[in-house]
């Protein structure tokens, strides 16, 4: 199976969703994930940048690492038609109306309601992380 997050930026909610269930899942299944914009301040392009690469990512690197998961050498990635048609099941934590028409029309998709973290403390930071994780357990149970 394979299985597809997707956030706004994919900066934050989408990268952990994929680190957890990467360390979590026990069966041979492979997760991605993906931001519907992967835009940075000002328009910034950050597809392929790396979240080391970006001062906003410094409180997930550092909230995942407190759970034993690096990210920091993950890639951001935008989401593509390709990425969706590969996909078997497909989360998103974007608001609905940010999904581009061949993802609304995919019918593989679940909506779960997360709150953007991109400018919140370290704290509110770890309390999103503890709410991805939660969900993707409930997935892979």
């Known amino acids: 199976m394979n299985v597809l997050f ?26 991605t994930s993906a931001g519907v914009e992967a835009l940075g301040d000002g328009g910034i392009d950050m597809n392929g940048m790396f979240l080391k690469e970006r001062d906003s990512s410094k ?6 690492k407190e759970m034993g998961v690096d990210v920091s050498d993950n890639k ?9 048609g590969g996909a078997d099941r497909i989360f998103m934590m974007a608001d ?6 061949y993802l ?3 019918g593989k998709v679940v909506y779960w309601s997360v709150i953007d973290p991109c400018g919140r403390t370290l704290e509110s930071h770890r309390a999103i992380r503890d709410e991805v994780e939660k969900l993707v357990r409930g997935i892979i149970e």
């Open 6 to 31: 997707i956030c706004r930026g994919n900066v934050g909610r989408s990268q952990m969703a994929e680190a957890f269930f990467r360390q979590l899942d026990q069966n041979s299944n492979f997760a």
């Open 59 to 64: 409180y997930v690197i550092e909230c995942m």
């Open 76 to 84: 951001i990635k935008r989401l593509t038609p390709e990425l969706v």
């Open 96 to 101: 609905p109306d940010t999904a581009p028409d």
């Open 104 to 106: 609304q029309n995919s």
